[in-house]
């Protein structure tokens, strides 16, 4: 993962934060991950990520790792934006986030609810439709 950039679709789910966990506290070179989360506004999407995700025990052993540094880590590390998969360029509206989400991801980690949706699916993002 050293100097990837991932996008992370799903990860207020129960698998998405333990692999966003682990990849944060055992690979912290990697370069960036976004995080797309189902909100209102980039301030909801903030809002749930410090209380469903990070605010969760299972950051502490990170939190604990770190220490002081944590928060400047999480900011280097992640930018959380809302969308939603159902919608057109996953509801992105803000456009120049979403050219810096086709420029820079590497991979794409869809952990989705539902049997119809898929498992596990790590795909190069070049592969990725976001039309
Ligand atoms: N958990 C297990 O032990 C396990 C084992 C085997 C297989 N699986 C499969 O693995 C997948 C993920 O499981 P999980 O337990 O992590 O699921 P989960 O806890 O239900 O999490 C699902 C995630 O998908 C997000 N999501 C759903 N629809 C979305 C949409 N339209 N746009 C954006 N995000 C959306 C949810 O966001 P919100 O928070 O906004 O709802 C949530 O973050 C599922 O397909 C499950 O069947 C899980």
Redesign the pocket.
């Given at each position: 993962m050293e100097d990837k950039t991932i996008l992370v679709?799903?990860?207020?789910?129960?698998?998405?934060k333990i692999f966003l966990e682990k990849v944060l506290r055992v690979q912290p070179n990697i370069k960036k991950v976004f995080l797309?989360?189902?909100a209102a506004d980039a301030k909801s999407a903030a809002h749930r990520l410090n209380n469903e995700i990070l605010g969760t025990d299972l950051f502490n052993l990170l939190k604990e790792k770190l220490g002081a540094n944590f928060n400047s880590f999480i900011s280097e590390k992640l930018t959380v934006f809302p969308?939603?998969?159902?919608y057109e360029d996953l509801g992105l509206k803000d456009s120049t986030l979403k050219e810096e989400i086709c420029n820079q991801v590497d991979f794409c980690l869809l952990?989705?609810?539902?049997?119809e949706?898929?498992?596990?699916t790590l795909v190069p993002f070049e592969n990725a439709d976001m039309t």
């Open positions: 679709v799903g990860a207020t789910g129960f698998l998405a797309l989360l189902r969308g939603d998969i159902c952990l989705l609810g539902g049997i949706t898929l498992f596990f």
